[in-house]
């Protein structure tokens, strides 16, 4: 109710003053600082009368000779003696039926209540907190509704807002335009686009996440064709090679079609033999079928001259035409540089046919055989880390530690061999070796050299034949990888044991049994002479 300014509300219009015409009171405002509990502002000392002036609407006027009136008695007051500004009176609230008796700022304020105990008088002015700013009118109260074409009611209230605000002293809010006709079809035709542009694009992404993908009919239209399916490709990479060959009419529905096979998660890599324009079911039933496809497996510890006669037989192509293209090419089949310019090798591929499964079948050339064999190989060492772990393991480099594996591939019996296997090796290579005088002394070594796998070898035969792959003649490590080891026995080569082992026997052909002198190791070779001749 109080603040800078006094009462600052309007009383509502009407013929008559609010009080009946009756002169107001108003008390001489006291000395600053003269303020007491016996007399306070507003109720005590000389009283003005001020007349009531009314338009021909019974509203009230500004006085101009009252504003000056007001102010001169402000001065005499001594509030301020830095001197007063005028201010023009405030509009009242429209909502304050006794805020419409205009008062210059800083005046005397009349007392609008019958007596002088109906409200408690006003603070000193040091005392006074600053009247708020008025709320802003909401933004809807200004705005017509989207369609409204504006007039009538709503454009006297829109002028009575402005008059308001111009009476206060503040600048005219500018009135929103209007909304025509043509601007709400404007409105309207672009929504209208834009619903229209979306519903067509929300149906595209319909067809293409929900909607039937395209599919082929029938079981192929008598075309053949081969496709290779390498390891590790998932199901969207299949069907999208079977729609490149021209199989299947969309990578999609291939994949639905696999999905909704109770087998279609025993889908192998391979080669398989189809035609063209299958249906996605169809296509995905041939391949579960071994019709489809003959994988050639190539098993861990094969060496290179059995490999190279397989993938003849699966080429239909003349016996040995895959070794020729191996000796003749392999540098440019896909080794890795730590596996070229090695001495002495009887074949440089050795080790670099990695045991898995490979799609061969007629039609390939060996060239294109071998290099993915080399390529699955390289791919296998890289992922174990042999280039980094070599050095630590007391070897020349990976080449070394694939021959180590080679090894433990060969005299192992049994996964769980190959850790102690590839301690035994490391024992005897070490210099100052006790027990072997530096030699690995492997059966297998020399069966490598002569291409055979026998187990009854005499020391004499073994100790006499001269040849850097044979380490009972030889010592240290042979030239080269002996066979193509699988990844349990690298593993082995690249973690050994550390107990001491030197010695291993192999008891009944699946199993192997390590000791730590040679003492040891004759007892275990008299138990199994003495078996042999039992039998």
């Not at 003492?519 to 001749?533: C, I, M």
Request: with cysteine; aromatic share 10%; hydrophobic share 30%.
């Amino acid at each position: 109710m109080y603040g800078d300014g006094g009462w600052g509300r309007q009383a509502q219009a009407g013929p008559q003053s609010p009080y009946g015409g009756q002169p107001q009171h108003h008390p001489q405002a006291p000395q600053h600082g003269d303020w007491s509990q016996e007399q306070q502002p507003g109720y005590g000392g000389q009283q003005h009368q001020y007349p009531d002036y009314q338009d021909g609407a019974g509203r009230p006027e500004y006085d101009q000779g009252f504003a000056h009136q007001t102010q001169q008695q402000f001065h005499q007051g001594g509030w301020d003696a830095t001197g007063t500004h005028g201010h023009v009176p405030y509009a009242a609230d429209p909502g304050d039926p006794y805020g419409q008796q205009p008062v210059a700022y800083g005046a005397e304020q009349p007392d609008f209540y019958p007596t002088e105990d109906a409200y408690p008088p006003p603070e000193p002015p040091g005392r006074r907190q600053p009247e708020p700013e008025p709320e802003p009118e909401a933004a809807g109260e200004e705005e017509h509704a989207f369609f409204a074409g504006g007039g009538g009611e709503d454009d006297e209230e829109e002028h009575e807002l402005q008059s308001r605000r111009e009476r206060r002293g503040k600048k005219p809010v500018k009135s929103k335009k209007r909304r025509t006709g043509c601007a709400c079809m404007v409105v309207v035709l672009v929504f209208g686009g834009g619903l229209g542009g979306v519903g067509y694009f929300g149906y595209k992404f319909y067809q293409t996440r929900f909607g039937a993908a395209p599919d082929y009919a029938g079981s192929g239209n008598g075309q053949h064709v081969t496709v290779t399916i390498n390891k590790g490709d998932g199901g969207w990479a299949i069907g999208q090679k079977l729609k490149d060959a021209g199989v299947v009419e969309s990578a999609a529905a291939f994949v639905s079609a696999l999905q909704a096979n109770p087998e279609g998660k025993s889908l192998q890599d391979g080669v398989y033999t189809l035609e063209k324009e299958m249906s996605a079911a169809s296509a995905v039933e041939l391949m579960l079928s071994p019709k489809s496809r003959s994988n050639l497996i190539i098993a861990e510890g094969r060496r290179n001259a059995e490999i190279y006669g397989l993938i003849d037989k699966r080429l239909e192509v003349p016996a040995g035409t895959t070794a020729r293209v191996a000796k003749k090419d392999y540098k440019h089949l896909g080794l890795p540089a730590w596996a070229l310019n090695h001495p002495n090798l009887k074949d440089p591929l050795e080790g670099f046919l990695y045991p898995s499964s490979y799609g061969v079948t007629k039609g390939q050339k060996p060239e294109a055989v071998l290099r993915t064999m080399v390529a699955q190989a390289t791919a296998k060492y890289q992922e174990l880390g042999l280039e980094k772990k070599a050095e630590a393991l007391g070897l020349d480099g990976p080449w070394q530690l694939l021959t180590v594996a080679s090894l433990v591939q060969a005299e192992g019996t049994s996964h769980d061999d190959f850790r102690k296997m590839a301690e035994v090796v490391y024992n005897r290579l070490k210099p100052g070796n006790p027990q072997t005088a530096g030699r690995l002394e492997f059966d297998s070594t020399y069966n490598y050299v002569k291409n055979q796998s026998k187990l009854d070898l005499s020391i004499a035969e073994l100790r006499r034949y001269n040849n850097s792959y044979n380490t009972y003649y030889s010592k240290g490590l042979p030239p080269g990888p002996i066979d193509n080891p699988g990844e349990e026995a690298l593993r082995g080569a690249l973690n050994p044991t550390d107990d001491g082992w030197y010695y291993f026997i192999s008891m009944d052909g699946k199993t192997s049994r390590f000791t730590k002198t040679l003492e040891d190791h004759n007892k275990l070779v008299a138990e199994w002479n003495a078996s042999r001749k039992k039998n």
